[in-house]
């Protein structure tokens, strides 16, 4: 299968860098780091994820955290030949590019 390579976007390495982290139980940082975890073993389909779906042009999301707020993750389908994909969001269900 091999590893994929993931990387944030500028903006999505910026998102990431604001959320907070909590001591006690795993904060929604802990969800993202699994969630790029899984996209380097797997690729970027992730039926696993609540609220998962193919956007148009090679584009994806999923949620992280259910409640107020929602958490989602935004990522492209760089390069599937070389195995490339980009986060380009994550943050609030109300900001999210779609």
């Known amino acids: ?5 993931v990387k944030f976007s500028h903006t999505a390495e910026k998102q990431y860098k604001k959320l907070k982290r ?3 139980r795993p904060s929604i940082n802990d969800v993202i780091d699994l969630l790029i975890i899984e996209l380097q073993n797997g ?8 609220n998962y779906s193919r956007m148009t042009n090679g584009y994806y ?10 958490y989602v993750a935004c990522w492209v389908l760089m390069n599937e030949k070389n195995k490339q994909i980009e986060v380009i969001y994550v943050g609030t269900h109300e900001n999210a590019p779609y």
């Open 43 to 50: 690729g970027p389909i992730r039926n696993n994820w609540p």
């Open 61 to 70: 999301h999923c949620h992280l955290k259910k409640g107020r707020p929602t």
């Open 22 to 24: 909590s001591g006690t």
């Open 1 to 5: 299968m091999g590893t994929w390579s």
